[in-house]
C-alpha cells in the first residue's frame, strides 16, 4: 500500500473481540488486530487509488512469536475496484500475496533452514515441515525469477546423488561468483538443453558459454557439445586422478589375491604420500622396495600429478611420455585409464592451462549431502532442488535484519 491510500491501524483493547482458535489449537497468546483507516486503497495491479469495493474475511497471519508466544496479525482486507483492473484485494507490506506468514516469519524460516533440518525448525516454529517446505520452495524460485545471468561465461555442472540408488540431481554453477545457476532432474543431455532455456529466460545467451568444467561423462559433454556450442570443455584434476585411483585399486585388488600384505592397504595407494599420517607412511616405503605391480600403478599416478605443476609449454609433452609409459605398462586397468585420458586429451590439456576446475561444486555437494544426512534425506526431489538453491544460490532472499 502506498501512504496517501489508506493506512491499517491497530484497534484500541476495547475494540479487540475474543480469540478465535485456529485449527482446533488452543487459544492465541499473542494477536495484534489491524483495523483500515476510512480512505482510498492502492490496486495491487497498478497502485492506483481506488475506491472501496467490499470487505474480505478476516484474515490471520503469523508473526515471529513474541515472549515465547505465538503471534499473530488479524486484519479484514478491502477489495478495491480500480477503473482499469476492476475489484482486486489490495495487498498487504507484511506479508506475501495468500501466505499465511509475515515477512519477517518467513525469513526467520529461511535462515534456520541454512544451518538445521527443516524438520527440527517445524519444532522450533511450532509449525508442520510440509508448511514450511512451501515458504522455502515460494521464495527460493521467486529470488530465481529476478537472477541475471547475462555475463555467464564459465560454468560447471556436476551430479549429486538425491537418494540411494541412480537417482541423481544435476547442478550447474557459475565459475565466476560460485553461485548456483540451475539445479535439475536427471544425469543426461537434456539437462544441459534445460540449462540452456533457462539461462535464455534469465537473459543469458549460450554462444557467449566459452568454458565448462565436468567429469568425463558422455551425456555432459554430449549435451554440451549440442547446446551450448561454443564452449570449451575441461577435464578437471580432480576427476582424472580419481578415474586413475580407481585403475591403481582394481591393480592391487588383483595382486592382493597372491600377495596378502596388501590387504587391507586401499587407501594408503589413493592418498598422496604428504597426506598420510605418521603411522601410515612406514608401510609404503616397505611395500615399494618389492617388485609389486601395485607399486608400478602407484608410480605412475604419483607421476601423473605432476602433469599440473609443468609450466604451459611442457604440459603436453610430459602427458605423451606418461601416456607411452601407462600402455606399455603390461597393467590393463591402467592401459584402459590411459586410453580414457587420450580420448579427452585436449579437455584435460585445457584443463591444465586454464586452471578451470569443479572444486567449488565439490565442495557445494559436500554441504547439501551432509544437509541431506542431517534431515535423513528429502521426501521430494523438489525440495532437494530448493535446499540446492538456498545454499548455493547466491539468491536474494529475505533477512531479518533488512526488512
Known sequence: ????????????????????????????????????????????????????????????????????????????????????????????????TKSKFTHHFEAF??????????????????EHDTMLWRIIRRNVYNA???????????????????????????????????SVLYATDGLDQNTVAEFARDLQEHGGDPAAVTA????????????????????????????????VGEAVDQVRREEQKVDSDLKRTRYLWL?????????????PEVLLQKPLKTARAYAM??????????PQELTEPYLRRWYFWATHSRLKPLIDVARTIHRHWDGILRAVTSRLTTGPLEGLNSLIQAAKAKARGYRSKSNLNAMIYLLGGGLDLPALHTI
Open 1 to 96: 500500500m502506498v501512504a496517501e491510500c489508506g493506512t491499517l491501524d491497530t484497534e484500541r483493547p476495547e475494540q479487540r473481540r475474543p480469540t478465535p482458535k485456529l485449527n482446533g489449537a488452543s487459544p492465541l497468546l499473542g494477536d495484534l488486530y489491524l483495523a483500515p483507516k476510512p480512505a482510498a486503497f492502492a490496486c495491487v495491479e497498478c497502485s492506483r487509488p481506488s475506491p472501496v469495493h467490499d470487505w474480505r474475511k478476516e484474515r490471520v497471519w503469523r508473526h515471529l512469536d513474541c515472549m515465547e508466544d505465538r503471534t499473530y496479525l488479524h486484519a479484514k482486507l478491502p477489495r478495491v475496484n480500480c477503473p482499469e483492473h476492476g475489484v482486486r484485494t489490495i495487498a498487504v507490506p507484511w506479508a506475501n
Open 109 to 126: 524460516i529461511l535462515a534456520m533452514a541454512k544451518d538445521m533440518p527443516v524438520n527440527a525448525v517445524a519444532k522450533i516454529a511450532r
Open 144 to 178: 530465481r525469477k529476478t537472477l541475471d545471468m547475462r555475463h555467464v561465461s564459465s560454468i560447471g555442472l556436476d551430479e549429486t546423488a538425491a537418494r540411494r540408488g541412480h537417482d541423481y540431481v544435476t547442478v550447474f554453477m557459475d565459475m565466476k561468483t560460485r
Open 212 to 243: 565448462a568444467a565436468m567429469d568425463m561423462s558422455p551425456a555432459f559433454i554430449a549435451g554440451v557439445e549440442a547446446h551450448l556450442v561454443n564452449d570449451q570443455i575441461s577435464f578437471d584434476r580432480f576427476h582424472v586422478a580419481k578415474a
Open 271 to 283: 592418498k598422496n604420500r604428504a597426506n598420510l599420517s605418521e603411522n601410515q607412511r612406514d608401510r
Open 301 to 310: 599416478r604419483e607421476s601423473l600429478q605432476g602433469l599440473w605443476e609443468q
